[in-house]
């Protein structure tokens, strides 16, 4: 009886960790040199459809939301739609954007502008 109680506590415990370890989630950050906002970066071929988002409710008074977008580190890499305050008073977010200029295509970056 009491080795079945230690045989239970024991695979209680490993599921709890099993689960706890299945929690955990990666943050991934991507270091680039600073880019102003506008600057232009020859790609080889246009970005995928956007991805659908749903807005949510702002977090509390002078937040923006900065709708995802696909921006270009190496290849297309979606940023999820967030909520952000301003890094000023008056700055503004410009979205990035993708162009084509004859047989070039740009990728034109976004960020704050002020």
Not at 19 to 38: F, K, L, N, Q, T
Not at 80 to 108: C, K, L, M, N
Request: proline content about 11%; hydrophobic content about 40%.
């Amino acid at each position: 009886m009491i080795t079945r109680y230690i045989y239970k506590c024991a695979l209680a415990l490993v599921a709890v960790a099993l689960v706890s370890g299945c929690a955990h989630r990666e943050r991934v950050v991507y270091r680039e040199p600073a880019a102003e906002v506008g600057t232009e970066v020859v790609v080889p071929q246009a970005p995928p459809l956007p991805e659908v988002e749903t807005m949510s409710i702002a977090p509390g008074p002078g937040y923006v939301w900065v709708p995802g977008a696909w921006n270009w580190r190496g290849q297309w890499v979606w940023d999820r739609g967030h909520w952000a305050h301003p890094p000023q008073p008056g700055a503004i977010w410009v979205s990035p954007r993708y162009e084509s200029h004859g047989d070039t295509r740009v990728f034109v970056r976004g960020g704050w502008k002020y």
